[in-house]
C-alpha cells in the first residue's frame, strides 16, 4: 500500500489503524513507510499515530483546493470528524 500511495499523492500522513491484524503498531508503520521509500525515498512523510490527529494535521496543513484521501478502519469515526471540521469551517471556526 504504501509504493502505491507513493505513486499517487504528493505528501503522506501514515496514521495507526484500531485493527492491527496480528501485527504490532510499529510493524504496521514501519511496512508502509518502507514501501513509501522504496517507491519515491523523498516523498514527504508524516507519521501520526492517532488516526483523529491525522485527519486534523491533514485538514489545517493543506493548501486551499487540496484533495485529501483518508483511508480509516473505523469509517464512521473518520465521517464524524470531517463532517465536525467541515461545521467548524462553514462557522468560521477553523482557519
Not at 67 to 90: M, N
Amino acid at each position: 500500500m504504501g509504493s502505491i500511495a507513493a505513486e499517487m499523492f504528493d505528501e503522506i500522513i501514515i496514521r495507526q489503524d484500531k485493527n492491527l491484524r496480528g501485527k504490532s503498531e510499529a510493524d504496521l508503520i514501519n511496512m508502509l513507510d518502507a514501501g513509501i521509500k522504496k517507491q519515491d525515498p523523498n516523498k514527504k512523510t508524516t507519521i501520526i499515530p492517532s488516526e483523529k490527529e491525522a485527519i486534523i494535521h491533514a485538514v489545517s496543513h493543506a493548501e486551499k483546493g487540496s484533495l485529501i484521501v483518508l483511508c480509516s478502519d473505523v469509517v464512521p469515526d473518520a465521517l464524524d470528524l470531517v463532517k465536525q471540521l467541515k461545521d467548524q469551517e462553514a462557522n468560521g471556526e477553523l482557519a
